[in-house]
């Protein structure tokens, strides 16, 4: 019998390539842009502060050398594994936030960096994913007790056991539930006191998302987006600032000369593309017109240079790695790897178009960047490491598929009733 051989990424585009070949496919396609673009949006800008045109775009290939170094490592580490250090990411993460507040860096008013020799170093990129680990980890273990998964619910129970003590919740367990938002509240009370909102925001909204995919009945999945909804309003009127970006947002053109220079610029980009673009490093919003082009902004350089082709082709590469992690996901059959690829997936994803929104015009100006594509070595690297735990939680599910089958097998050869559950489990039925 022939040994087996592993197939090589390549083989397997030339070939039939499954879910996860094409994910990775799109972030291949997506570095390849992003650091095309890094090049183009930041040449000028180095030529007027005296420096070589190739500094950022020579530290943005180091950090995505070290960022796919970190993911084909995080790939072979089993997600068990990642689910049984959760509390050490989550105590990482903190420190971390807290480090910023003790030796960060300031700037535009905010302070979200510290640095390590010549790198900064942003925690709340970190943040993000731990927040997603530890819930996803916290989400199985309720499960796998057979608790139902609900917030609402079990507030009225606690509150009746205030009442009765022989009736409802008693505190311990209303704890026990809450479990998977202790850490991902902490972190986004760290990092809302930078301040950043929108990121505040992005960690709490993924193990949100956690919960809902875990069975939370439709009325409190309502309640939950009601209450979230009052809760975002109240915190962006909340700022002077936060209110002026609002105003922005309703009528920037009105505010072209101050509050919203920014927005109008950078409108006057991606409009300027037109269908084809205007070309490679040929684009005006760079030659410093356009504050932040190579980060926040990087999507206006790459509609004018691109045009309306590329802003679409990146709008489906978004969609494109939101699809694929959700196909994925469905196909592994443990909860808690199931659960990470669909929330680490999303988080890539839907920060990328949060950014293309506020880009356009129609999603307030935040400090999200465009995954893969904005300059910053922090964000490139946990974007990576993002893929990595995908991949690894992909494979995981796979080796689990393949057991789940061979005992089936087994049990169909030695004469016991095998169900159609038994030959194809899905994560709902067989939680690790």
């Not at 009442?163 to 202790?182: A, H, Q, V």
């Not at 593309?273 to 356009?290: C, I, S, W």
Request: proline letters at 5%; one cysteine or more; glycine letters at 10%.
């Amino acid at each position: 019998m022939p040994a087996h051989r592993k197939t090589s990424f390549f083989r397997k585009i030339i070939g039939r390539p499954g879910d996860w070949e094409w994910f990775e496919l799109v972030v291949a396609i997506l570095l390849v842009i992003g650091t095309c673009n890094v090049y183009s949006s930041t040449f000028y800008m180095n030529i007027e502060s005296g420096i070589s045109p190739y500094a950022h775009v020579q530290r943005h290939l180091i950090s995505m050398a070290m960022g796919i170094a970190l993911c084909w490592g995080i790939q072979k580490i089993s997600p068990s594994v990642i689910r049984r250090n959760a509390s050490l990411l989550a105590a990482a993460a903190i420190l971390g936030l807290l480090a910023v507040f003790a030796a960060g860096r300031t700037v535009n008013g905010a302070t979200r960096w510290f640095a390590v020799g010549s790198f900064s170093v942003q925690p709340s990129e970190l943040a993000k994913v731990v927040a997603v680990i530890w819930c996803a980890s916290c989400l199985e273990e309720i499960m796998k007790s057979g608790r139902r998964i609900c917030i609402f619910g079990q507030i009225r129970r606690w509150l009746l056991h205030c009442l009765d003590k022989k009736r409802g919740s008693s505190l311990k367990e209303t704890f026990f539930y809450f479990k998977p938002l202790w850490v991902p509240v902490l972190l986004a009370f760290f990092v809302m006191e930078q301040p950043d909102m929108g990121t505040a925001v992005l960690i709490m909204t993924f193990p949100l998302f956690l919960y809902i995919l875990s069975g939370m009945p439709g009325r409190e999945i309502i309640g939950m987006i009601g209450l979230g909804a009052v809760l975002l309003f109240s915190l962006a009127v909340i700022e002077p600032y936060r209110r002026e970006r609002l105003l922005v947002l309703w009528d920037p053109f009105s505010h072209a000369n101050d509050m919203g220079y920014q927005t109008v610029q950078s409108l006057i980009a991606v409009g300027s593309g037109g269908l084809l673009g205007q070309g490679l490093g040929q684009g005006l919003a760079k030659y410093l017109y356009l504050p932040e082009q190579y980060t926040d902004f990087a999507f206006a350089v790459l509609s004018q240079e691109g045009g309306f082709f590329v802003s679409v082709l990146m709008i489906f590469l978004y969609l494109a790695l939101l699809l694929l992690g959700f196909r994925m996901a469905k196909d592994i059959p443990r909860l808690y790897p199931a659960l990470l690829v669909y929330g680490l997936s999303m988080m890539i994803a839907v920060q990328g178009l949060l950014n293309i929104a506020m880009v356009i015009g129609i999603f307030p100006v935040t400090g999200i960047p465009l995954p893969f594509i904005s300059y910053g070595g922090t964000s490139l690297m946990m974007n990576l490491a993002c893929v990595g735990l995908i991949g690894g939680a992909v494979k995981y599910g796979q080796k689990m598929k393949q057991q789940d089958e061979r005992e089936a097998r087994i049990k169909e050869m030695s004469g016991q009733p095998v169900s159609l559950n038994e030959l194809s489990r899905t994560w709902f039925h067989a939680p690790q």
